[in-house]
């Protein structure tokens, strides 16, 4: 389909965009790779006055490591973001995500700050950005102000960002030098909206026992959902922890349910691939260390 | 900054496979509908309209990049690649051959975006795995083929190159 007509705004900085979103709020949506606001428009599920355009404004595409964290442009592709040295060394949980997100094809163009703002509940950009304690920067005509991630993500595609708000960029905390990671996800195919995705970030002390765990699963509930592991602090990684992390992890969730699964298939995609990333994520911590 | 009303035509100009072209959109006009019906590079083909199937996929500044969820007015001064580019003087590139000798198109519906996909991870991927041909290829939906027969001519295509 074609999308009903709208006003185009090229900003050519980061004031431009604001100043029009001061003017038009919800009348506005900021378009950057377009991957998920292109089809939103051309299939009239949103029929904005007004696209506002920032693929064009300068600087907005940097990966910047700043002392504890690293801060990558809104307008940033996931190609940029996978290719990056910086991110490949300080955000190990992102690179190992970024090739779960769309296809070759959608991640030349689409960008990390669009997935954030658009927040689909099994994207998987969110789902990282949550399990790593970072940060959304906003900023608008009043004020610029930082959200944490848990905070931001609210419901459906919906997110703490105003009307007048637009996305510059994210901050991620650099991973601890001995930390593990991995990503996991189930899809209809590779590439596809997830079922279900598991993050984790696990760190092990001297005598191989969990001394930090970070662990949150996407496409189950409407947002990101991080779960709370302080139970399992000092214990080693084996079959009954994980059995039991993965028992108390599912226990508060309020899984979707759509065409494509049940809640029960998701709350035992969820058990499987805790799991899996649990396990994966404190190998690579056992090569870290040594 | 650059504003244009919701039913303003605006000039666009940017360069399509090396030759300066100019046509006219207003704001809604997807850059496949811009490249097919104002340039008449019918090579793209309109498949989704939402970035799944990637029958219009061309190489954007390089790279290989959905036209149907990108704007016109977005493109003005973008380099532009699409199948027409690929032969030279009539001659079949070393990949159009390829797919030729495997079979790997029946309608040929999919094939012009494929065809793009591939270019542009040669580029990044000379020697592909086949699971890295996969991969990439998951960005296209064929209805015809089955696939096997596009990642043979892929991977032939990337050992004919590197033997050349």
């Given at each position: 389909m074609k999308p009903a007509r709208f006003d185009y705004y090229r900003a050519g900085s980061i004031a431009d965009a604001t100043g029009v979103l001061a003017e038009l709020g919800e009348d506005a949506a900021v378009l950057a790779g377009g991957l998920s606001l292109g089809p939103m428009l051309n299939l009239r599920l949103v029929r904005p006055r007004a696209v506002i355009d920032i693929?064009?404004?300068?600087?907005?595409?940097t990966v910047e490591l700043r002392n504890g964290s690293v801060a990558t442009g809104a307008a940033l592709t996931q190609t940029d973001a996978l290719e990056s040295d910086v991110v490949r060394r300080e955000i190990p949980l992102l690179a190992l995500a970024l090739p779960w997100v769309g296809h070759f094809q959608t991640r030349n163009r689409g960008t990390l700050g669009g997935s954030v703002a658009h927040?689909?509940?099994?994207?998987e950009i969110p789902l990282c950005l949550v399990v790593s304690g970072g940060t959304i920067v906003l900023r608008s005509q009043r004020r610029e102000r930082r959200v944490r991630a848990e905070k931001f993500f609210l419901g459906m595609l919906t997110t703490?960002?105003?009307?007048?708000?637009?996305?510059?960029g994210l901050e991620w905390p650099r991973a601890p030098a001995d930390a593990g990671h991995a990503f996991e996800e189930v899809a209809q195919?590779?590439?596809?909206?997830?079922i279900c995705a598991a993050a984790c970030r696990i760190r092990l002390d001297?005598?191989?026992?969990?001394?930090s765990l970070d662990l949150g699963l996407g496409g189950v509930e409407s947002r990101p959902a991080p779960v709370d592991?302080?139970?399992?602090?000092?214990?080693?990684?084996d079959a009954s922890m994980v059995q039991e992390l993965g028992d108390q992890a599912v226990r508060p969730l309020a899984p979707l349910e759509d065409h494509v699964a049940t809640a029960d298939y998701r709350l035992a995609l969820a058990r499987v691939l805790i799991s899996r990333v649990v396990h994966d994520a404190a190998a690579d911590a056992r090569t870290r260390r040594t | 900054m650059l504003h244009v009303k919701a039913d303003e035509r605006r000039r666009i100009e940017l360069t399509v496979n090396g030759r300066r072209r100019v046509g006219h959109a207003e704001p809604r006009m997807l850059l496949t509908d811009f490249l097919r019906h104002?340039?008449?590079?019918?090579?793209v083909h309109v498949g989704c309209?939402?970035?799944?199937?990637?029958?219009?996929t061309i190489l954007r500044d390089g790279r290989a990049v959905r036209?149907?969820?990108?704007y016109a007015v977005q493109a003005d001064g973008a380099q532009i690649s699409t199948?027409?580019?690929?032969?030279?003087e009539g001659k079949l590139n070393v990949l159009q051959r390829a797919f030729t000798r495997h079979h790997a198109?029946?309608?040929?519906?999919c094939t012009a975006g494929i065809l793009m996909s591939a270019t542009h991870f040669l580029t990044t991927t000379?020697?592909?795995t086949e699971a890295q041909v996969r991969d990439m290829l998951s960005g296209h939906i064929c209805?015809?083929?089955?696939?096997a027969p596009i990642v043979a001519a892929i991977l032939d295509a990337a050992q004919t190159a590197g033997d050349t």
């Open positions: 693929t064009r404004v300068p600087r907005l595409d927040a689909d509940p099994s994207a703490a960002r105003q009307p007048d708000e637009l996305v510059v195919r590779h590439g596809d909206f997830a001297g005598g191989d026992r969990i001394a592991t302080a139970a399992f602090l000092g214990r080693p990684v | 104002e340039l008449q590079v019918l090579g309209e939402h970035g799944v199937c990637g029958a219009c036209s149907c969820t990108q199948v027409e580019g690929l032969a030279h198109l029946q309608c040929g519906f000379p020697r592909p209805r015809c083929t089955g696939y």
